[in-house]
């Protein structure tokens, strides 16, 4: 089983990216995906979910607005565009499947800096 999160990067306030995650060794259309990150010195959030069939889509009211969340179950990938970043969404940004095991990937570095 692998999750290979890539796209994080050194991004200007107000910037753009766009998280890949890309998954390995299960069945990724039947799990459900979701993104979470961690800052320094906080706890892991979760940032947004998606169900199995791309429907049941949630955010944490930090990003509403401006992440939004998709898979491609042909391309076994979720996906995190992030828009008008802040230097708060700076955090590792992780991806994890659930389904009856939970996997999750190493996570990628995201920094929102002037």
């Known amino acids: 089983v692998k999750l290979v999160e890539s796209g994080g990067g050194l991004v200007q306030p107000g910037g753009s990216l766009r998280l890949s995650c890309a998954a390995s060794?299960?069945?990724?259309?039947?799990?459900?995906m979701s993104w979470y990150r961690q800052a320094p010195g906080k706890e892991r959030e979760l940032v947004a979910v998606?169900?199995?069939?791309?429907?049941?889509?949630n955010y944490a009211d930090s990003v509403k607005g401006r992440f939004t969340i998709s898979r491609d179950n042909a391309k076994n990938t979720v996906y995190l565009e992030m828009n008008s970043l802040k230097p708060e969404d700076t955090a590792v940004y992780y991806c994890?499947?659930?389904?009856?095991?939970?996997?999750w990937g190493q996570g990628t570095q995201v920094t929102v800096s002037s």
């Open positions: 994890k499947a659930v389904r009856i095991s939970s996997y």
């Open positions: 060794g299960f069945t990724f259309s039947r799990y459900v």
């Open positions: 998606i169900g199995s069939a791309g429907d049941r889509i």
